[in-house]
């Protein structure tokens, strides 16, 4: 019986070491998934020479049921510029991961000539979504990296407001796609991209000017 209970108690102490390594394993994880987030993001936008900035956030059978009017892109062609636009992603640490349910204000396609490669979403202005990307879940930016964007949109002449809250199933009724105003230095390019769409249909469509509001 005591030869009994003693392999019980090292069991237990086994279990008890095993459950506390795997709960330092989570949390280790979590504090370095921002830095890990951020290395494979910027890797993947490493030769990026060309930057697609769409407001066309939402699919194209949802706009065509509410009958939205396409949003002006804007393509951006300064390598420093993208670049600068790449050191400002900084994420911190979100325990509770996830993502919401809204399509974004905006879309950066990153690009190298017509190849895409990699598309994010901002999402109220502080979470940042990769599109079929390395990782899974929103990243939440860090303070300076929401008002460092917002000062290189403006640097870079494309105009942004923002939506207020999120657009889920019900509100896809009343809410409105943002409606930056097309004139800007980098000039908009076609009215029609779709996230995901090839950026070299935007360039052959290209406008002076976007269409009016709906």
């Known amino acids: 019986m005591p030869a009994k209970v003693g392999k019980t108690g090292r069991l237990r102490k086994w279990l008890g070491r095993l459950v506390l390594a795997v709960i330092v394993l989570v949390l280790l994880t979590k504090l370095f998934e921002p830095a890990l987030r951020r290395t494979q993001l910027l890797h993947a936008c490493a030769s990026a020479d060309r930057l697609v900035v769409d407001f066309n956030t939402w699919p194209e059978d949802v706009r065509a049921k509410l009958k939205l009017e396409a949003q002006p892109t804007y393509d951006i062609r300064d ?3 993208i670049q600068k ?3 400002l992603l900084r ?3 979100d325990w509770m991961n996830g993502s ?3 399509y974004g204000d905006v879309v950066f396609r990153f690009c190298r000539g017509e190849q895409t490669l990699a598309s994010v979403s901002l999402h109220h202005d502080k979470n940042l979504r990769w599109r079929d990307g390395a990782w899974w879940g929103d990243a ?3 303070a300076e990296s929401r008002t460092g964007i917002d000062q290189w949109l403006k640097d870079n002449h494309v105009p ?3 939506s207020a809250g999120d657009i ?3 509100e896809n009724e009343t809410r409105s796609c943002p409606e930056p105003t097309p004139t800007t230095a980098a000039g908009p390019v076609g009215a029609g991209a779709q996230p995901g769409a090839q950026p070299g249909a935007e360039a052959a469509n290209n406008t002076e ?3 009016p509001p709906g």
């Open 100 to 102: 919401c349910r809204c």
């Open 79 to 81: 390598r420093e510029a």
């Open 168 to 170: 889920t199933a019900a």
């Open 160 to 162: 942004f407001r923002r």
């Open 209 to 211: 000017g976007a269409p």
């Open 85 to 87: 636009l790449l050191g």
């Open 91 to 93: 994420f911190q640490v």
């Open 140 to 142: 939440t930016l860090v």
